[in-house]
């Protein structure tokens, strides 16, 4: 006779002992590509991206906008994932000879862009723009995933099958409830993490997933090895699978994430490839924040940046290009730069709310994002001559603002040496009449929603919560980084609540019971994170944090802890069915940031067992009943 084994974990709480003493200054890391950046980019000139993301929004989703190859966008009526309502599709390129075709990676992202600087796309001139994305999900039991067509298939190229989950996941978190997201946000979490565990991931007894693949077909679960791999994707399935716990609290979702960065994080090459790498990164350091996991987040932040090591020498650009400073663009960048403007737009979504959860890299990624919001002007036609970019009188006459970009630009153009021009890759490939991507511009509300300026020149306020998906308990908080070679005071408004304005960098409260506006001081080459708490609130210490009416407000908080407590990784059983008198292991898995002996303590119900190991081998009684076994460390 079977019985269903159904057991229940159970973290025992070990001593924690918290010595409390005199906050010190946070100490900054260093990026070594981002110090050979100028700390103040020549020519200055930042774009107002929030006006261009409401200029592109304006432009693209005209569906009576008139001219050579206008409009840009066209309603699906004949739709074949969700039949029950329209979709809607946005053209790759300006001029495709492909007018019928979409990609998720371009129709998703716009509906998130204008979303970010606040336009609701639910429900715009009478469209639900949200619900049209659905059309990308695709309900086919060996898909059943976000894809970047209708009726693709996942397998061949990685970043092309987990990106547009990434990016449905944004949508998810700015659009709860719409149609079926919350079927689908778990249905992508399934498949992703059976995929991970085919790969290898296990808690009988505990193996990370093995992630060294260009592709993963969930169709047949095996891996596509050709040409150039992609292990950076162990980072964004760990970036759906951390926010699918965040959101369901399973903790299956969780354990897989795990697996999928001890893979990355033990990775001995640089692994950067396209756009998944930064969210492993800001993954890495929220899970280190919020569980006390201890990946090197160090290692890979480096390897987004350097392109030494990886197989498409990608990483972040620098120099002076033909009179332009063009630090800060991602893309190819070990030789002559060849950047992307998607690139340096998902990067930052990534690594600016990194910061909230490893603010030692606060300095360096403020610095990065200054030079690269400055140099992605140049993308666009009004900020080039004529002759250092192609298409340029397409985007004169019907795109004045000059809101869509070329999808890339080059240090030198190819065969004529000027530098740098503004180019891309679909006129030469033939599927585009002009090289102005909306598959790459559709991505610039992150720019837009993120950076705002002050009133002192390129001195920069970033919004960490902008980009920070599935975090709903956390204060205004932001990032001003100082170019200059003397400390600036600038003013800032902090609104009608009365607050107080803590710095996450020195650990301190800079000003408190302050409402309206006040002036801040950030020192020369320095930087403030700036986090608004409610004044009056009670504080208290978790290990390294520090929170104010229980969120929190510094995950580095500059304490001295004296023991971290051991934490509980998984307890799992190697069946989870078991016959009456039958044997089977129960595995409990457990760590320590302070590297201690751990002590196991197991029982079954009141009962203690006197063993002591990370495996229970557990005979069933010969009755049925319920039983609850324990393990304390």
Request: hydrophobic letters at 40%; proline letters at 4%.
């Amino acid at each position: 006779m079977n019985k269903l084994f159904n057991f229940f974990r159970r973290l025992c709480t070990a001593f924690l002992i918290v010595l409390i003493v005199t906050v010190i200054y946070g100490e900054q890391i260093n990026i070594n590509r981002v110090e050979q950046m100028p700390n103040l980019p020549q020519p200055y000139l930042m774009r107002d991206w929030r006006q261009v993301t409401l200029d592109y929004d304006s432009l693209v989703f005209d569906l009576e906008r008139s001219g050579q190859y206008l409009p840009l966008i066209w309603i699906n009526t004949n739709t074949i994932n969700y039949p029950n309502h329209n979709s809607f599709g946005l053209h790759t390129v300006v001029g495709t000879p492909y007018p019928s075709n979409a990609e998720a990676i371009n129709v998703l992202p716009a509906v998130i862009s204008a979303s970010l600087i606040g336009i609701d796309k639910s429900d715009q001139d009478g469209h639900n723009w949200v619900l049209g994305c659905e059309e990308w999900f695709n309900r086919r039991p060996e898909e059943n995933v976000y894809l970047n067509g209708p009726t693709a298939q996942s397998g061949d190229d990685w970043w092309y099958a987990m990106m547009p989950n990434v990016f449905f996941y944004q949508l998810y978190d700015l659009y709860p409830g719409t149609g079926h997201f919350n079927y689908q946000l778990t249905s992508v979490a399934d498949q992703w993490l059976k995929a991970v565990e085919t790969m290898g991931g296990s808690a009988t007894p505990w193996k990370k997933a093995s992630m060294n693949y260009r592709g993963w077909y969930l169709s047949t679960m095996t891996p596509y090895t050709s040409g150039v791999r992609e292990p950076e994707s162990a980072g964004s399935i760990a970036w759906i699978l951390y926010n699918a716990f965040i959101e369901t609290a399973d903790q299956r979702y969780r354990i897989g994430a795990e697996w999928a960065l001890e893979f990355l994080s033990a990775f001995p090459d640089n692994a950067a490839y396209e756009l998944q790498l930064p969210y492993g990164v800001y993954t890495a350091a929220r899970m280190n924040a919020e569980l006390g996991t201890n990946y090197n987040v160090d290692k890979m932040l480096n390897w987004c940046f350097d392109p030494e090591g990886n197989a498409r020498e990608w990483g972040v650009t620098l120099g002076n290009w033909g009179g332009y400073d063009c630090d800060g663009l991602v893309g190819e960048a070990l030789n002559d730069g060849y950047a992307f403007v998607m690139n340096g737009f998902e990067m930052a979504s990534a690594l600016v709310p990194m910061v909230r959860y490893d603010d030692r890299y606060a300095r360096a990624i403020g610095k990065w994002v200054l030079n690269l919001a400055n140099a992605s002007r140049l993308f666009y036609s009004n900020y080039l001559p004529a002759d250092r970019q192609d298409g340029e009188a397409w985007s004169y006459e019907y795109d004045p603002d000059a809101c869509i970009a070329h999808e890339s630009m080059r240090e030198f153009a190819i065969g004529s040496g000027v530098s740098p021009f503004a180019t891309g890759d679909a006129m030469g490939g033939d599927w585009g009449e002009t090289n102005f991507a909306l598959y790459g511009a559709s991505h610039v509300g992150i720019l837009g929603g993120i950076i705002d300026t002050t009133d002192i020149q390129g001195i920069l306020r970033l919004d960490l919560c902008k980009t920070d998906f599935f975090q709903d308990n956390s204060y205004p908080s932001y990032l001003y980084y100082n170019p200059h070679s003397e400390n600036k005071t600038i003013t800032i408004d902090v609104g009608n609540q009365t607050v107080d304005l803590y710095d996450a960098v020195s650990n301190d409260y800079l000003i408190q019971t302050i409402s309206g506006q006040t002036s801040i001081t950030i020192p020369a080459d320095g930087v403030v994170l700036l986090v608004q708490v409610p004044s009056g609130g009670t504080i208290n210490y978790q290990d390294d944090k520090i929170l104010a009416n229980g969120i929190v407000i510094d995950y580095n908080s500059g304490q001295t802890v004296s023991n971290y407590q051991p934490r509980i990784k998984a307890i799992a059983a190697d069946s989870t069915t078991v016959l009456f008198n039958q044997s089977i292991n129960i595995y409990c898995t457990a760590d320590d940031r302070d590297a201690d002996d751990l002590t196991y303590t197991w029982s079954v119900g009141s009962e203690m067992l006197d063993i002591d190991s990370t495996v229970l081998n557990w005979t069933a009684p010969d009755a049925d009943t319920i039983l609850t076994i324990y393990c304390s460390v």
